[in-house]
């Protein structure tokens, strides 16, 4: 089992940035797909973007690309959520999911999931 640990989030401006965290710890960091999901009050948990064991490939939802950036580092057993130019619709409490062989944009395919990290962008 992998333990994931987010943290990064706050109160920003709109077109300000944030960078959140996934820290894990338990089993090899490195075997596993992790993912980012987002979910805002009343509405359901949406995918935002995902990365691959070694970081070689990514995947973004429609409305953060090219605003947001995920990246790992395996050696200190961490995915990063760089947000850039963000909008009030990116409010939402954020979540890190991982698992070691779904890939996917679909939250129920994630195994381990953290805590989450509030993000509140105001106009």
């Known amino acids: 089992q992998v333990q994931l640990v987010e943290s990064g989030g706050g109160l920003v401006q709109a077109e300000g940035s944030l960078k959140l965290s996934c820290a894990a710890s338990g089993r090899t960091f490195s075997d596993y797909h992790v993912a980012w999901f987002r979910q805002a009050p009343g509405k359901e948990r949406e995918f935002v973007a995902t990365?691959?064991?070694?970081?070689?490939?990514?995947h973004y939802e429609g409305s953060v690309k090219g605003r947001f950036i995920i990246s790992r580092d395996n050696a200190k057993n961490t995915v990063y959520l760089q947000m850039n130019s963000l909008k009030p619709e990116d409010t939402a409490t954020y979540y890190c999911?991982?698992?070691?062989?779904?890939?996917?944009?679909?939250?129920?395919?994630?195994?381990?999931w953290g805590q989450g990290t509030q993000v509140t962008v105001s106009s």
């Open positions: 999911a991982a698992d070691p062989y779904y890939s996917g944009t679909r939250a129920p395919g994630y195994n381990y």
């Open positions: 990365i691959n064991e070694d970081g070689s490939g990514t």
